[in-house]
């Protein structure tokens, strides 16, 4: 199959993740299979907020489906053991958007809200991560408390983990699938790029996520490009320090072709430092 993967555009927000279940009939069967439930899409209203808590790139996403907030998170490094307080700081957000008359929580009359539910879905290389665990907010604390609660459910969506939930919904099988495809090529010792494009395309002709890897091929190519170029990225801010890390990423992130906005945007560096490792990749070129 040709490489047509050659122009594709960096210029995105979204994770893979959120941008394949940002849409009704995929997330529906999601949180359908998450919740065990038989809602329909006239009970699905997506609420994603525009602030991202999680990383430079967006992974989320929220939606009130009947009488349920759930909020999605993917993770494709070490799930953070912070994850409760995040989700916190999040559904905070989430309830203050919903209550637009903030004088009625001083009135009698109860305020009542969907019930949250929170989930992150892990699909990094360690095998010790087991196929489910609760993460809790009370784990944090100093001293025993029962004032305060948040339960965050993980879930191991690596294919050989074997998880209910693959069995339960496709669509999260599919992704899931078209990760291990792109694992299996850098075992192989495929260059990160062909790994991806040999993924996408063996999806493709195995009718996996077909219609969506047809549409947005070029798109996913990149997605994905960013997301494992992210994830290096963070375990380079472990090994070299995190100014050593930060840098690291801009460096990729430049090489990648990305603007010197977007990478002030996912580095938070100035764009005076961002000009200046772009000049010391120009020199090292011409060395």
């Known amino acids: 199959m040709p490489d047509k993967f050659s122009n594709a555009n960096p210029q995105f927000k979204d994770s893979l993740f959120r941008d394949y279940f940002n849409e009704p009939t995929r997330l529906l069967a999601l949180c359908n299979s998450l919740l065990h439930s038989h809602f329909s899409e006239n009970d699905l209203e997506i609420n994603t907020l525009d602030a991202n808590f999680f990383s430079a790139i967006k992974n989320d996403i929220s939606c009130k489906l009947g009488n349920n907030f759930l909020v999605l998170v993917e993770h494709q490094s070490t799930v953070n053991e912070n994850m409760p307080f995040r ?25 009542t809200f969907p019930a949250p539910k929170f989930f992150v879905f892990y699909d990094g290389n360690d095998e010790s991560e087991p196929v489910e665990r609760i993460l809790k907010l009370s784990d ?26 693959l069995a339960r919904c496709l669509y999260l099988q599919h992704y899931s699938t078209l990760i291990a495809y792109v694992k299996f090529g850098l075992a192989e010792g495929l260059s990160r790029r062909q790994a991806i494009i040999n993924a996408i395309n063996r999806c493709i002709q195995e009718n996996i996520m077909l219609d969506y890897l047809i549409d947005k091929k070029e798109e996913v190519f990149s997605m994905l490009d960013f997301q494992w170029n992210l994830d290096d990225a963070k375990a380079a801010w472990h ?5 050593q890390g930060i840098e690291s990423v801009a460096l990729n992130l430049l090489n990648m072709g990305f603007s010197f906005d977007k990478i002030h945007e996912a580095t938070k560096l100035s764009l005076d430092k961002i000009q200046e490792l772009a000049k010391a990749i120009t020199e090292q070129q011409f060395n």
């Open 87 to 111: 989700f916190l700081i999040y559904i905070s957000e989430l309830l203050n958007n919903l209550v637009q008359n903030k004088k009625i929580i001083y009135q009698k009359t109860l305020v």
């Open 140 to 165: 944090a604390f100093a001293a025993s408390s029962s004032s305060l609660e948040l339960i965050v459910h993980s879930v191991n969506i690596n294919l050989n983990k074997d998880a209910e939930i």
């Open 239 to 243: 090994d070299e320090g995190f100014e």
